[in-house]
Every structure is written in C-alpha cells, then in structure tokens.
C-alpha cells in the first residue's frame, strides 16, 4: 500500500536522520504502524528507527504511552489532547530523539458529525522542546486514503523537525 512518494519522503527521511545522528519513535492508531513500516522498508533504517507503538485501543494508548483515562474520557481518542499525550509518551518512553503521533477515523464508519471519517490529529515532537501538531480533515476519501495521507504528513512533521 505504501507509495512511491511515500517510499522517496521516508528515504529522505532515513537520510537525513542518519545524517544528524537522530532516532525516531511513532505512535500509531489509525495508521496501525503504516509509518514505522515505511521508514523500515528502507535499507539502513535500523539506525533511525528506535521503535514504534501501535495504539490502536484506549488501553493501549494508556498502557503503553502514559495517555490519562481523564483524557480519554473527556475529548476522546481522536483529539489534539490525545496525540499531544501520544507523541509525548512515545518521546520519553523510548530513546528517541523525535517522536510523532497519529490518532483518528479512517472509516469507513465511525464518523460522527463533530468528528468525521477523515478527522485525524498528528503530533510530533523532539527533545528540544519543539511540537507541532495538526488537524487534519482529509474528508471521506476512504480508508485506504485517509491512511495514506496521514504517513505522508506525519513523515513530513518529522522531516520539519530534523530540519529545523
């Protein structure tokens, strides 16, 4: 499923951490480890990649990366609140030197109309300090889609991050 354009973004990704000396950690819900698996498709990757979490249940995103209940319960999983948690627990949690995080609905159900098919929250952080998050609202362009679209700009928040 992973693109040409997605494969050349990742490599330059790969490239240019390996080039700093930085690692990177994901957090994944909607993409179910879509961004991990396409910076790993690249050869040398193993010097960037220190890990990626694959959340795709409110336990997990708790369990595994620190989310609150409180969080959850109140603005839901798909929500800037939730990446934000996301991306900061995948950062301390691991030895990496970036983390982004991804939450959201790919569909085709599970839409509502405050939070659509299409609605996805990024997040991406370094150790500096520096986050950056966005709301994304690819509309109902399928599942297939929606996913593709958010490793694309999750590669591109990391890529902002190691060039910044």
Do not use: F
């Not at 690692?23 to 193993?46: F, K, N, P, Q, R």
């Not at 958010?150 to 591109?156: I, K, R, S, Y």
């Amino acid at each position: 499923m992973i693109n040409a354009d997605i494969e050349e973004r990742a490599r330059l990704l790969v490239d240019h951490c390996t080039r700093a000396g930085k690692t990177i950690a994901t957090a994944e819900s909607c993409t179910g480890g879509m961004i991990v698996s396409a910076l790993t498709d690249i050869a040398g990757s193993s010097a960037v990649v220190d890990r990626g979490y694959i959340t795709y249940s409110n336990q997990a995103k708790m369990d595994m990366l620190g989310v609150s209940a409180e969080t959850l319960a109140t603005v839901g999983a798909v929500s800037r609140e939730t990446a934000l948690q996301m991306s900061a627990g995948a950062l301390w949690r691991s030895g990496a030197d970036l983390a982004v995080a991804v939450t959201g609905i790919a569909g085709p159900s599970g839409g509502t109309p405050e939070k659509p098919v299409g609605l996805v929250h990024l997040a991406a952080r370094d150790r500096k300090g520096r986050l950056h998050h966005i709301e994304s609202r690819y509309g109902d362009i399928g599942r297939d889609g929606i996913r593709i679209a958010t490793v694309q700009t999750a590669l591109g928040m990391l890529e902002g991050l190691i060039q910044s």
